[in-house]
């Protein structure tokens, strides 16, 4: 007899202290299943005021990780342990070659303030903890980066090139990437690592046209995970949230197209919202969770027999914890 997957997740959910958590980019029966969802930020602050000492993560590694490290006492199991690619472009290492980069270039190491976009692996968290650096998301990097201007330091940005452009841009700064021309951390603000989103990179000033062509007047809304390029072209940038916001508050007859994830965009499509690209923008790694993956979780942890639990080192949590823990402190 098969399982009636959704109705045995109601139940696990009833019978068990588990919080499930799913972001915007999950597939659709996976996000209904939530108890929490939102863009990372939200997601961060709503799991660490929870209660129930089990999180059932629908993500990507960072996000279940960030839970572990900012409430190391709850048992957090993700349904698949998919691992972000951007993430995956930086580690401990990577970080630090990019410390040296700037080092060799005549930047003292205490004048550097790293900031980490929270899409990045625990232990790059705690190195960025470690020099007095902050995470940041796509919904707080501005407040993030005027803090850490603050300090007088130069801003040393992992992973995401795009990000850390996008908001130089917006704040009237200078930013280089290393690996990309000149790159001389003495004549820039940010200093930004070289990684990116494969997924937010198939949006182009081309689609912008093409909708601007077809028709004229319509809105482009896009996430700061895109080019500078497409940015700048675009009307309206924002996190995940802030995108759906964005939608929502337009005349029901506005067009506009975004240009995130598939999914999300897909679920906030009506009669006039488009999907920014001629190809299917889906995070494949996102996709990796299926309602069975959930099922099969949930009931490890009924079964006494917990699957695919997050687990961060004690050095790590310390570290990766104050990153956190300062930009959360930032309102
Ligand atoms: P948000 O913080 O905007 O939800 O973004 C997460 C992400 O991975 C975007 O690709
Ligand atoms: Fe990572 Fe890009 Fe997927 Fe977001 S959309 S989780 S940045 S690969």
């Given amino acids: 007899m098969s399982i009636d997957y959704k109705a045995e997740i109601e139940r696990l959910k009833k019978e068990l202290k588990v919080t499930v958590v799913a972001h915007y980019y999950q597939r659709d029966e996976v996000f209904e299943m939530a108890d929490i969802t939102g863009d990372s930020l939200e997601l961060a602050r709503k799991c660490k005021e929870d209660e129930n000492p089990w999180v059932v993560f629908c993500g990507v590694g960072f996000m279940g990780q ?16 998919a691992c972000c690619a951007m993430a995956r472009m930086i580690d401990g290492s990577y970080f630090d070659e990019s410390v040296k980069y700037m080092t060799d270039r005549g930047i003292a190491k205490e004048n550097i303030l790293p900031i980490t976009y929270i899409n990045s692996d625990a232990s790059v968290k705690a190195k960025v903890g470690e ?38 841009i917006q704040m009237g700064l200078k930013s280089c990437v290393i690996g990309e021309g000149e790159c001389d ?131 790590t949590v310390k570290y990766a914890n104050l990153a956190l823990e300062r930009m959360l402190a930032v309102k």
């Fill in 66 to 81: 960030s839970v572990k490290v900012i409430a190391p006492g709850k048992r957090v199991l993700m349904p698949k342990i």
């Fill in 131 to 168: 020099m007095g650096g902050m995470v940041c998301t796509s919904s707080n990097a501005f407040k993030i980066i005027q803090k850490g201007l603050e300090s007088g330091k130069k801003i040393l940005f992992v992973p995401d090139r795009c990000l850390g452009q996008n908001f130089a």
């Fill in 185 to 315: 951390p003495k004549e820039s603000d940010i200093i930004c690592y070289n990684g990116f989103c494969s997924v937010h990179q198939l949006f182009t000033v081309d689609d912008i046209e093409f909708y601007r062509n077809k028709y004229p007047g319509i809105k482009i809304a896009v996430h700061p995970e895109c080019d500078p390029e497409v940015v700048k072209a675009a009307d309206f940038s924002g996190s995940t949230s802030q995108l759906i916001k964005y939608v929502n508050e337009l005349d029901p007859e506005q067009k506009v197209a975004v240009g995130t994830e598939y999914n999300l965009v897909n679920r906030m499509r009506k009669k006039n919202t488009y999907v920014l690209s001629s190809t299917k923008p889906e995070c494949p790694t996102m996709n990796e969770t299926t309602l069975e993956d959930l099922y099969r979780t949930l009931k490890s942890i009924e079964d006494g027999h917990p699957v695919n639990e997050i687990f961060v080192d004690e050095h």
